[in-house]
């Protein structure tokens, strides 16, 4: 495979390095070659694709990017294969008693159109939906944002990325006033200590592990420190591995900042200039009930206050509640307390699916607010971001029940009013009311509130927790229930659907990506689709014309470039400017925002390398308004798990990711050779849990907690280890459905779920 690479390799730097833009379609029978970025986790590494006659034959990492360098990891690797399963959906699909017929595009956009006009005539404009992606271009999901909210008045969209970047959100929100991290990955090459909370970084974001591997070989004094539930493959490379409790970090957390403020470590002048201090509301529940309701209540503290609020995280009172030795608190605490260490903290799902995710996110920051180590190349907390474009579609477009775009808010009359110019539609367009969230979108579907839900790219009858209640709702006979779904292959959602659309799939089509570090990478289309496959763009303007809302989709040669540059308005002049559609083009590897008279950005916030950080001696965060410009230090305490181990549901059951696999393994399970390397899920057992419930690996267990079961193989040893009483599932086999078990439980703030954690009970099949 890397044999294969490497040459691909060499021929693409004179195939595609000097065109600075994508190749030919390849379609006189030679190999022609573009540039892409990878469709899969939020890194962004940089791709070239080689296509002959409409068709991809090899890939290979793209040595101009700076996120990769030229490398790949093993999903990367196999790109071309996930477009190439034999069952690619390539017809729209009715649904017809138990089976499907084909219908024509003509068809199935009319029908689609009537189905929401009608919804909307009957039940009003909350009644419909639309559930979106991090997997969606910025065209895409630009798209649907203003079919939704500027065209049929509803504010009913929300994504995926709500169930995975949704508290990473809440959390720079509330602290920066703005979206999305100061720091960048040049940040790894800088670090004398690399800190993950709570990520399995070696398996999920690979190629930005080898640069933090790269980084410790080059500096030998680089410590990585791991805290986790469960030993993953990361673990293998850390200094420290501290295995805590589930929950465990909001004590960690609380210990750390303890031990800054009254032993040693506190940035005294940087909290001075930069800083202000806030307490919210304490017991906050965990959004189980449908209609659950929440708004924090934030109310300013001095330091004094700070103090005495921290005074209870005592090393010993934090290694009770997170199950870790105080010697490895004292050594982490260190590291933060530590004048000249430049400390990265990053976090992924670990933090952020937590029922307390959006507190978790704010006391990490407030690590590096306080301690000051923020600004300085290898200083920073910096949020790992799931899918490839969470960032640039859902966060930066704002594709969320709350969101405008460039941190816009329906709530806030000068965001809607700045929506309506440049959509050109009325004032008083916009719904001031935020619509459904994902889960309460769901839940709505259940009750029978929602009657037309459109799914893109995206698999929800695999990915909601608590999933056999929104399974079960959707399968309900109703007459006025209509989903749609579009996607590339045949899936357990497609299954439910009403109609099922057939898509484009990555370079099948032209987008724009917005990964981790603020960077947009743009790629044409490459490769032929299959059948009649469209782009999820085409699908929704051609629904959104058919419902006579042409003045806002007005014909162009270009959606992708068309949307991109009216979504690009909307970033100018408020610190989070975009390049040009014609910009990113014409460049290999992306551009970082704010990109602001030709220039990129690294260091956001920063003055001197941000060209909006103007005041303040080192760092201006100039996006705090409410605030004063300052960032906000949060004292958030402990507080318990929605569900925990009891009696008779004595284990904890943790889910995730393998590297092999994407998600529900709709594309990666595709790929033989992918499939082969982890053909099944599994459930991974402390081999003393495993004895004593008599299991041996491969053996079959039952998983049951208060909401569902499901069987699978047990797994002792094998990649990763769990402590004792503990479990672990990955959730890629769609035949296993394991958020039959998990608990719809959420933060209340960020409302995304916590699938890390619930109580169940094991026993051998
Ligand atoms: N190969 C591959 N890569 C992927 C993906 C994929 O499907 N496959 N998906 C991408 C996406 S969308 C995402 S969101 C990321 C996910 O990336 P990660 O978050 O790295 O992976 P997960 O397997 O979801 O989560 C595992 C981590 O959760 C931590 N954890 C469990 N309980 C707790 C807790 O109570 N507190 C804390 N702090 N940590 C806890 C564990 O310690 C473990 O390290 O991966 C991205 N990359
Ligand atoms: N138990 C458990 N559940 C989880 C999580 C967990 O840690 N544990 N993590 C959550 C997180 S962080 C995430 S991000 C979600 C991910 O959950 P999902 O988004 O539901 O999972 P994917 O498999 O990524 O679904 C993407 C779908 O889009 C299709 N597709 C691919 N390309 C295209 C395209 O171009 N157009 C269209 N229309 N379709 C396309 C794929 O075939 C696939 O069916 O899962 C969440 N669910
Ligand atoms: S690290 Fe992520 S973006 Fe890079 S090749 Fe692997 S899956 Fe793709
Ligand atoms: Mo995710």
């Excluded at 189905?115 to 997997?135: F, T």
């Excluded at 009013?417 to 979108?441: F, Q, R, S």
């Amino acid at each position: 495979m890397k044999g294969l690479a490497a040459a691909a390799a060499a021929s693409a730097l004179t195939g595609c390095r000097s065109t600075g833009s994508s190749g030919e379609s390849g379609l006189d029978g030679s190999l022609k070659w573009g540039k892409a970025p990878c469709r899969f986790c939020g890194t962004g590494c940089g791709v070239l694709v080689g296509v002959r006659k409409g068709r991809i034959e090899a890939v290979t990492g793209d040595p101009d990017c700076p996120v990769n360098r030229g490398t790949l990891c093993a999903k990367g690797y196999h790109l071309p294969g996930i477009l190439y399963g034999d069952d690619r959906i390539t017809r729209p699909l009715l649904r017809k008693g138990d089976g499907y017929e084909p219908i024509s595009w003509d068809q199935a956009i009319t029908l689609i159109a009537q189905k929401y006009q009608e919804a909307i005539d009957k039940h009003g404009r909350n009644s419909v939906g639309i559930y979106g992606s991090g997997q969606w271009t910025i065209p895409e999901g630009y798209a649907a944002l203003k079919w939704f909210k500027g065209g049929l008045r509803s504010n009913n969209i929300d994504p995926n990325a709500r169930l995975c970047m949704g508290s990473a959100v809440t959390g720079h929100m509330t602290t920066y006033g703005s979206d999305e991290p100061a720091g960048a990955y040049d940040d790894i090459e800088y670090a004398d200590a690399i800190v993950l909370w709570g990520n399995n970084m070696a398996e999920m974001h690979p190629v930005l592990f080898n640069r933090v591997l790269a980084r410790k070989r080059q500096a030998p004094h680089v410590q990585l420190i791991d805290i986790t539930t469960r030993r993953t493959p990361t673990s293998a490379y850390a200094d420290l591995v501290m295995l805590m409790k589930p929950q465990g970090d909001l004590a960690i957390a609380n210990g750390i900042a303890r031990h800054l403020v009254h032993h040693s470590g506190l940035d005294q002048q940087f909290v001075d200039d930069h800083c202000t201090l806030r307490k919210g509301k304490t017991n906050i529940g965990y959004g189980t009930e449908d209609h659950f309701k929440f708004q924090d209540k934030p109310e300013p503290i001095d330091l004094e206050q700070y103090r005495e609020l921290v005074a209870p995280y005592t090393p010993e009172r934090v290694a009770e509640l997170a199950g870790v030795s105080v010697a490895d608190l004292k050594t982490l605490a260190e590291i933060y307390a530590a004048k000249q260490t430049r400390v990265l903290s990053l976090w992924c799902m670990g933090v952020n699916q937590h029922v307390r995710g959006t507190w978790m996110n704010n006391l990490i920051h407030g690590l590096h607010l306080l301690s000051g180590k923020i600004g300085v190349p290898g200083s920073t907390p910096f949020s790992l971001t799931g899918q490839p474009s969470a960032c640039g579609t859902c966060r930066e477009v704002g594709t969320l029940a709350h969101g405008l775009p460039a941190d816009g808010h329906v709530k806030v009359p000068e965001h809607r009013a700045k929506a309506e110019k440049i959509w050109k539609v009325k004032p008083g367009t916009i719904d001031p009311k935020p619509g459904l969230h994902a889960m309460a979108m769901f839940r709505a579907l259940d009750r029978g509130d929602l009657k037309v839900m459109w799914v893109q790219v995206t698999n929800p009858f695999v990915t909601v927790p608590n999933l056999r209640r929104y399974r079960d709702g959707k399968k309900k006979k109703r007459d006025d229930s209509f989903l749609i779904v579009s996607d590339i292959y045949p899936t357990p959602t497609t299954a439910l659907a009403d109609l099922i659309l057939p898509s484009c799939g990555w370079v099948e089509k032209a987008g724009v990506f917005g990964n981790s570090e603020r960077r947009h990478q743009q790629w044409e289309q490459l490769a032929k689709p299959p059948g009649e496959a469209k782009p999820d763009v085409w699908q929704t303007v051609a629904v959104a014309r058919k419902m006579g809302l042409t003045e806002i989709f007005p014909e162009t040669d270009s959606l992708e470039r068309d949307l991109y540059n009216e979504f690009r308005e909307f970033t100018l002049g408020v610190g989070k400017d975009v390049p040009t559609y014609e910009t990113l083009q014409a460049t290999h590897g992306g551009l970082r925002w704010p990109y602001v008279d030709g220039k990129e950005t690294i260091y956001r916030y920063v003055v001197g390398a941000d060209p909006y950080a103007k005041k303040g001696t080192r760092m201006d965060f100039y996006k705090a308004k409410k605030t004063g410009g300052r960032a906000v230090i949060w004292f958030r305490p402990w507080e318990p798990a929605a569900e925990s181990p009891d009696e008779e549901y004595p284990f904890w059951l943790c889910t995730g990711r393998v590297l092999e696999h994407w998600h529900t393994g709709s594309m990666t399970r595709r790929v033989p050779q992918l499939h082969r390397a982890v053909p099944r899920t599994y459930c991974e057992v402390h081999p003393e849990d495993a004895q004593q419930l008599g299991l041996r690996p491969g053996d079959k267990l039952r998983i049951t907690s208060r909401r569902g079961s499901c069987e699978l193989q047990a797994s002792i040893g094998g990649r990763g280890k769990p402590q004792r009483g503990q479990l672990f599932v990955p959730f890629f086999d769609e035949s296993v459905a394991i958020n039959d078990v998990t608990l719809d439980a959420y933060c209340p703030i960020s409302k995304e779920p916590d699938y890390k954690k619930c109580a169940v009970k094991v026993e051998r099949v």
